[in-house]
């Protein structure tokens, strides 16, 4: 079993930036690989960033490419998400997941396992 804790968020002004974090806790954190999703209100769960589980491949969603950076610590069990640039329609909520089982599946939600309790970001123009 995976425990997830996301930290980090909070209200930034347009144009700034914050970092995510994501501790994880149970299984092996090493040998999975983890991902990023945000949920703003009243709409779907959508991707934005995933990482392999050494570190070595990252992939990011469309509206995020260019502002956001994946990166892991494997040592502290750590996701984190760097988040620059930020715009008014970035503002939701954002959850940390893990893929234990390298899902075929990298951008849905389906793709993942275990998921953390989410971390409201809130970006103000």
């Known amino acids: 079993q995976v425990q997830l804790v996301e930290s980090g968020g909070g209200l930034v002004q347009a144009g700034g930036s914050l970092r995510l974090s994501c501790a994880a806790s149970g299984g092996t954190f090493s040998r999975y690989a983890m991902g990023w999703f945000r949920q703003a209100l009243g709409k779907e769960r959508v991707f934005v960033a995933r990482?392999?589980?050494?570190?070595?491949?990252?992939r990011y969603g469309d509206s995020v490419k260019g502002r956001f950076s994946i990166s892991r610590d494997n040592v502290k069990n750590t996701v984190y998400l760097q988040m620059n640039s930020l715009k008014p329609n970035d503002t939701a909520t954002y959850y940390c997941?893990?893929?234990?089982?390298?899902?075929?599946?990298?951008?849905?939600?389906?793709?993942?396992?275990?998921w953390g309790q989410g971390t409201q970001v809130t970006v103000s123009s």
């Open positions: 997941a893990a893929d234990t089982y390298i899902t075929t599946s990298q951008a849905s939600p389906g793709g993942y396992e275990y």
């Open positions: 990482i392999s589980a050494s570190g070595g491949i990252t």
